[in-house]
């Protein structure tokens, strides 16, 4: 790759300003959230969608490798360069216009590059808000490209619930712009192309506007924690929860006592609820709802108090002790987590989903097999129990493990999450080449060979960190 020619057909193509080739100016590009940092031959930062469409059919025609980022929050490496320095790094942050929201229709349609705190700001003043809750602050069109879900799935779904219409770029010569329905939520007219981009981890093309379904802003929300024995216990809970709550239940979130004590010695301003200390597990049980209170309501909270009442008198020995409180201070503890375990160590992180029934069977089955062949090992899982899902994340004293202990503990869990219990390896992370291996180890091969035919039918060349062509062709 002649590095100077490209670098001057870029410029040309858009503001000499908007390409990036110096070391100091990629940096922060090619470092992804969580593995390695990759190495682009440069950044490109189209400002317009025609800048993007330009960039397209310049890279598909000369063979460039394009791999289009957001705000880089993912945690699989599927928005940054790979280590050859030969690929471009599309950044798409620029692209934030248009940003419009129509209160009567409940819409908003936004630039790729538009964050989600900034779209709830603009939504605001109208009483709405996306409600998809992530610890970090992502671009809508990453939150379309890879189908975010969050602590709130198990209320309001994920991304592909939400997405009603977007703008696209295709990998070809001409970097063709389509429009893929758009401000209907009903429209039965034929293939919706629209829900094959939406989890595609942008192999399929780059996503320029979506337009999203927003919805009205709760007015009264309450929120518990609830100390509990065992952590068999909390499915039995959140069924109860279902039951009583209903539509209110926003979000059921699950925290190993490991996973809790990491968070508390983190974060020293954070309050211990419990004066036993950390319990074997807990549970961040939410409710919310946009109703007004009205005369002769009881508040929320006391609404919550009184299903935990109930709950109460049948746990026996599963509940240790409840909480009920201001919701800001008990989803400070849930959020500090994260940090609280790279503090730890080193995190040895998994995105896995099950059905929630075989949850607490897979979590006894991994305990007993880690612990005796990676003693050394912590768990400290937590996470969106209410739908299945799981971050069971493991900390290694440091200076962590080695290469082939890493390899060998990944291929622990996955078999035993995969193969034995039929769960994801990736539950709302997406793809990226952190986790394409599994994705061929997990993937029958009739699944991978129409996986690359789709692929086909859009793209003339692979772009992203997913090629699925490839990843099918590659043990055909």
Known sequence: ????????????????????????????????????????????????????SKVMGYCVSRGVRLVPQGANTGLVAGSTADGSGTQVVLSLERLRTPLRVDPANRTARVGAGVRLSALNQALEPHGLFLPIDLGADPTLGGMAATNTGGARFIRYGDMRRHVLGLQVVLPDRQGS?????????????????????????????????????VHPRPRQTAAALIALANPDAALPLLQFMEREAGELLTAFEGMSRAAFAAALAHAPALRNPFPGGPPPYAVLVELSTARSPQGGDAPLGQVLEA??????????????????????????????????????????????????????????????????????????????????????????????????????????????????????????????????????????????????????????????????????????
């Open 1 to 52: 790759m002649n590095l100077e020619r490209l670098t001057a057909d870029l410029q040309g193509l858009l503001e000499p300003e908007d390409v990036l080739t110096a070391q100091e100016d990629l940096a922060s590009y090619d470092a992804p959230a969580r593995y390695e940092a990759g190495r682009a031959a440069a950044v490109v930062r189209p400002r317009t969608v025609d800048g993007v």
């Open 177 to 213: 712009v389509v429009e893929l329905k758009g401000g209907l939520r009903k429209d039965n007219t034929g293939l919706d192309l629209r829900q094959l981009f939406v989890g595609s981890c942008g192999a399929l093309g780059v996503i320029t506007e979506v337009e999203v379904e």
């Open 307 to 476: 299903i935990l009442a109930a709950w109460l008198e049948t746990a026996e020995a599963d509940a240790i002790d409840v909480l009920v409180g201001a919701p800001e201070p008990l989803w400070a503890i849930r959020h500090a987590i994260s940090e609280g375990l790279r503090a730890k160590g080193q995190v040895i992180g998994f995105d896995l989903a099950f059905r929630r029934s075989d949850l607490p069977a897979f979590r006894d089955a991994a305990l007993d097999r880690l612990g005796r062949q990676f003693p050394a090992v912590e768990i400290c899982d937590f996470g969106h129990i209410g739908d299945g899902g799981v971050h069971f994340n493991l900390v290694a004293p440091r200076p962590g493990l080695p290469d082939a202990g890493l390899k060998a503990l990944r291929t622990c869990v996955y078999e035993l999450a995969v193969g034995q219990f039929g769960g994801s390896f990736s539950g709302e992370h997406g793809l990226g080449r952190a986790n394409l291996e599994s994705y061929r180890a997990y993937t029958p091969d009739l699944v991978r060979e129409l996986a690359g035919g789709v692929q086909n039918v859009f793209s003339e060349a692979p772009i992203g960190a997913v090629d699925f062509v490839g990843l099918f062709r590659e043990q055909a």
